[in-house]
């Protein structure tokens, strides 16, 4: 049995396993839903879809108000750094992603020397993503992205409904391309698929057959996770072998420092930070002109204050939190220990 097969089974049966303990949800009839309608529209026009299978996908695909709730609350909004940081840096996900990178030494060390992007890294990544395959998402992909492109939560969402409707393109040209059923693959609320959670348009940039088989599988297929993940982050600028952030002293704030404690990523020359009143706790090789970013980090006493370095920007790319990054900086370390 192929790839292809073994991930048409394991979508299956979890699509079955989920489905089952699902209630009715309003569907995207697009006889009833004109934003659906013309969207069809658009597909068969500009991209060639069928129209009729479409309408029938959207006539069964579900608005789901879990996903609409999910979004509204994430947890890198709702919870402070020390109540983050709880619920990734434990020692079963240190000890899985021990297991992860015995088990597939050999492939993360060809990513690392393909693509220059560490082994911890790339195991850190899918450590936090999915506990190494354990929680990949029991969401519909399809609910997920048409709850999101068609009934985004919060008032002010024209821009995020539109980020979503390109996914849910990107996701229908995927399943097509690939041959899939596209009812059946599952994923996170925010349609985020397979062992790196990449989004439709990820998997369409930085998804690479690593395994050699012929089939881009990163749903039950590691191997090819490890080098998709590794083939985002350098194109995304990692630099190899280079540190993620320094730990600092806070002697003033002003300026540019009122931003600290912000999901921000406006970076500044790092002597211009130094300059007002951050200052690295050890040494750094670095031209002062190099940008980075400032951030502090709420204890359950006091505050933790750091500098992220250009490979701590790079993680927030696949992410955009500076609490995400910063776990997965958390991680990697403990993995190289």
């Given at each position: 049995m192929n790839s292809k097969s073994h991930l048409l089974i394991g979508?299956?049966?979890?699509?079955?396993?989920v489905m089952s303990g699902q209630v009715a949800a309003s569907v995207y009839d697009p006889s009833q839903r004109r934003d659906v309608e013309a969207f069809i529209d658009e597909l068969v026009t500009e991209?060639?879809?069928?129209?009729?299978?479409?309408?029938?996908?959207?006539?069964?695909?579900?608005?789901?108000?879990?996903?609409?709730?999910?979004?509204?609350?994430?947890?890198?909004?709702?919870?402070?750094?020390?109540?983050?940081?709880?619920?990734?840096?434990?020692?079963?996900?240190?000890?899985?992603?021990?297991?992860?990178?015995?088990?597939?030494?050999?492939?993360?060390?060809?990513?690392?020397?393909e693509y220059g992007v560490e082994?911890?890294?790339?195991?850190?990544?899918?450590?936090?993503?999915?506990?190494y395959g354990r929680n990949k998402g029991r969401h519909r992909v399809i609910d997920a992205l048409a709850t999101l492109s068609f009934d985004y939560p919060e008032a002010a969402s024209r821009d995020r409904s539109a980020f979503f409707r390109s996914q849910l393109v990107e996701f229908l040209n995927l399943t097509r391309q690939q041959?899939?059923?596209?009812?059946?693959?599952?994923?996170?609320?925010?349609?985020?698929?397979?062992?790196?959670?990449?989004?439709?348009t990820s998997y369409r940039d930085f998804a690479v057959d690593f395994s050699g088989d012929g089939f881009i599988d990163i749903w039950t297929n590691p191997v090819d996770a490890i080098g998709s993940v590794a083939n985002y982050f350098k194109a995304h600028g990692w630099q190899t072998g280079q540190r993620i952030l320094v730990e600092a002293n806070l002697e003033s704030q002003?300026?540019?420092l009122q931003d600290l404690?912000?999901?921000?990523?406006?970076?500044?020359?790092?002597?211009?930070v130094i300059q007002q009143g951050l200052l690295p706790r050890e040494p750094l090789d670095l031209d002062t002109a190099t940008q980075v970013l400032p951030m502090a980090f709420?204890?359950?006493?006091?505050?933790?204050?750091?500098?992220?370095l250009p490979n701590f920007y790079v993680i927030t790319r696949y992410n955009h939190s500076r609490m995400y990054a910063l776990a997965v900086y958390e991680l990697v370390d403990a993995l190289r220990q």
């Open positions: 979508v299956l049966v979890l699509f079955l396993v991209r060639d879809f069928d129209r009729l299978l479409l309408e029938e996908l959207f006539s069964e695909a579900q608005q789901r108000q879990d996903v609409r709730d999910l979004m509204s609350r994430p947890a890198e909004r709702v919870l402070a750094w020390h109540e983050y940081r709880q619920i990734f840096i434990t020692n079963q996900r240190i000890a899985a992603g021990r297991e992860f990178m015995q088990k597939y030494a050999a492939t993360l060390n060809r990513a690392e020397e082994a911890e890294v790339i195991a850190a990544i899918i450590g936090i993503e999915t506990f041959g899939l059923n596209p009812r059946l693959p599952l994923g996170s609320y925010a349609g985020a698929m397979g062992y790196p959670q990449f989004i439709p002003a300026g540019p404690r912000h999901n921000r990523f406006d970076r500044l020359p790092l002597e211009e709420k204890l359950e006493e006091g505050e933790r204050f750091v500098i992220g």
